[in-house]
């Protein structure tokens, strides 16, 4: 029904759009899965895949950690049950701190976007907020 190049394009977008989502939420699955088990023993499988997901984070260039942390009182609590797990314990929580920092970023952006345009001096220089 769609031309070749069509089908392709969707495709690679979906494909894109699952990479964004597993990666984006990879930490709420397995934060689930330990809270509902009460740790990650039993679960051979998943401690399997999340112990050669975080060598494959620490083998990856230099990624520096954020300049500030999340005060104590907004980290899951679901971390405490991933103690014994020390290295995926410490990608997790990495990837937590990452998503709330862009979502925090992004809340601001919106914020200073919406002020500007109310606020602008002049109806021509009115920001683009996408």
Known sequence: MYNQQTRLLRLVKGLHGLHVYATEYWTEYLLASVASRGSLQGSGKLLSLA?????????????????????????????????????????????LLARSQKQLEFELFQGLCEYSLHHSLSGNNKPSCK
């Open 51 to 95: 112990s050669q997901f975080t060598e494959a984070l620490e083998k990856m260039a230099d990624v520096a950690l954020p300049k500030w942390q999340i005060s104590s009182g907004s980290t899951d609590d679901r971390l405490s049950l991933l103690n014994p797990y020390e290295k995926i314990q410490k990608q997790v929580e990495h990837a």
